[in-house]
């Protein structure tokens, strides 16, 4: 992980816990409490009018609230209130000024959205939209995209244009993968059923052997890198089922309990996952946050469920209107649905969950 991506990581983090008690900020705190923290956070000298210029009104009466300019890159920054919807108005304000200024590059924000203007890109202004950022997307993709999107070395050696269709291709990779999970993993669990098969992940693996599904939708199912979406090949059919003794089983080459951290806007979690069986217990004394995202889905009835449980036998109590706090330990099936009850929303607990030196939990996942 580079280091403007680790700083841009804190940055979100620290902006979404403070927006949690002020969800639409406008204008003015946009500006100061999101923009400038981001910018600086992405290597921008933000004290320097040389760099990141302020509201300057150009030869042809046009401004934008920031014109950001280092070494060979350039481009306007154009930002509105949180609950400012933003539209065509906004994009051609700031194209228009980028344009006059000698760069196709634009940037329209409003703190949760990014969205990048090209002005190279023919039609209509909302058909000029080069890309879109929002603050709300899962995990650190947001962070991370957003980390390509201001590179400050970037600007500098003037890469906009490729760091823009590398994180299109990234978007694109992510809804694939999305695709795939909700298709292939009811199929997987009738497969399981059919063969009477004792996991998930030997499931997948027998499903691939047999052709059901590919490598590259095993990858996804499995939680495992991926480098593109691109089908790729199976394994030829069997022509029979294998013996039970012989149906694929994770590797146990990890056979030490491993100790596992996973902070989130104040909360700390500790678990101990234990690779001969598995399972992930969150040990007396971790905290989750106490929220539920509204747009999770089947994920918020699940979570709702097992905290309803947990506050009512006792292994949870709430310890402050942002928190609640596990009093004994909870075993989990999975290093996911640990983690998403630590965030109150969906995440990859292989991601998320940190050993002692800062490494994911999927170093340590089972072959």
């Not at 009018?49 to 009466?61: F, I, L, S």
């Not at 399972?279 to 995202?293: E, I, M």
């Amino acid at each position: 992980m580079s280091g403007t991506q680790e700083r841009i990581r804190e940055a979100v983090e620290a902006i979404q816990t403070w927006l949690i008690s002020s969800p639409n900020p406008g204008e003015a705190i946009v500006r100061q409490a999101i923009v400038l923290r981001l910018l600086h956070a992405a290597g921008f000298d933000i004290w320097n009018p040389a760099e990141v210029v302020p509201e300057e009104t150009n030869a042809t009466g046009n401004r934008s609230d920031f014109l950001i300019r280092t070494g060979a890159g350039k481009f306007a920054l154009e930002i509105k209130g949180m609950n400012i919807t933003l539209g065509a108005q906004q994009f051609q304000q700031a194209s228009t000024y980028a344009v006059n200024e000698g760069t196709r590059w634009a940037i329209v924000t409003n703190g949760r959205v990014w969205i990048a203007i090209d002005e190279h890109l023919p039609g209509r202004w909302e058909e000029r939209v080069a890309l879109k950022l929002e603050l709300g997307q899962e995990g650190h993709t947001f962070a991370d995209d957003l980390a390509a999107l201001l590179d400050a070395g970037m600007w500098r050696a003037d890469g906009f244009a490729g760091a823009v269709q590398a994180i299109k291709s990234r978007q694109q990779q992510r809804l694939d993968e999305a695709r795939i999970l909700k298709e292939k993993t009811p199929l997987i669990h009738n497969f399981q059923r059919e063969h009477d098969i004792g996991s998930f992940e030997s499931a997948v693996k027998l499903a691939t052997q047999l052709g059901t599904i590919t490598e590259a939708e095993r990858d996804v199912l499995l939680g495992m890198p991926t480098q593109n979406m691109a089908p790729a090949k199976s394994s030829p059919p069997l022509m029979q089922r294998p013996h039970p003794d012989q149906e694929p089983q994770p590797s146990m080459h990890k056979a030490q309990d491993i100790h596992f951290t996973y902070c989130l806007f104040g909360a700390e979690a500790h678990a101990v996952y234990r690779p001969v069986d598995g399972t992930w217990t969150v040990k007396a004394g971790s905290t989750a946050l106490n929220r539920l995202l509204s747009d999770e889905g089947t994920n918020a009835k699940g979570i709702s469920a097992r905290r309803r449980s947990g506050l009512k036998n006792g292994q949870l109590v709430k310890k402050s209107a942002e928190l609640l706090e596990y009093v004994a330990d909870v075993t989990y099936k999975s290093a996911s649905t640990a983690a998403i009850d630590i965030a109150g929303a969906s995440r990859n607990g292989w991601e998320c969950w940190k050993d002692s030196e800062g490494r994911p939990a999927q170093h340590h996942r089972p072959e």
